[in-house]
Nanobody, 122 residues
Framework: QVQLVDSGGGLVQAGGSLRLSCAAS????????MAWFRQAPGKDREFVAH????????YYAESVKGRFTIARDNAKNTIYLQMNSLKPEDTAVYYC???????????????WGQGTQVTVSS
């Protein structure tokens, strides 16, 4: 069982930055592919980024590529999402997720954080 705790959301003006964190309670953190998803009101949950078990490279949705960076620290059982140049359309609840396969489908991730609200004002 893996417990994930998301944090770092808040209210920011367009063009600003936020860094989200997700702490995992598991001794096997490095075995999991980690990802961020988001869900805006009235919309489906959508993929944002994922990162492999040990490497530093991430894969991003086109809508955030060049603005967001996903990273992980296996020594701290934590992943991060650095969000720069934020836009009002980035407003959503952001969720971290853990799974065994690096995909963009939420259905392939087994464990989820509780979510953290990000609101970008225009």
């Amino acid at each position: 069982q893996v417990q994930l705790v998301d944090s770092g959301g808040g209210l920011v003006q367009a063009g600003g930055s936020l860094r989200l964190s997700c702490a995992a309670s598991t001794r096997s953190f490095s075995r999991y592919v980690m990802a961020w998803f988001r869900q805006a009101p009235g919309k489906d949950r959508e993929f944002v980024a994922h990162i492999g078990r040990n490497d530093g490279s991430g894969y991003y949705a086109e809508s955030v590529k060049g603005r967001f960076t996903i990273a992980r620290d296996n020594a701290k059982n934590t992943i991060y999402l650095q969000m720069n140049s934020l836009k009002p359309e980035d407003t959503a609840v952001y969720y971290c997720a853990a799974g065994g396969i690096a995909t963009t489908s939420a259905r392939t991730y087994n464990y989820w954080g509780q979510g953290t609200q990000v609101t970008v004002s225009s």
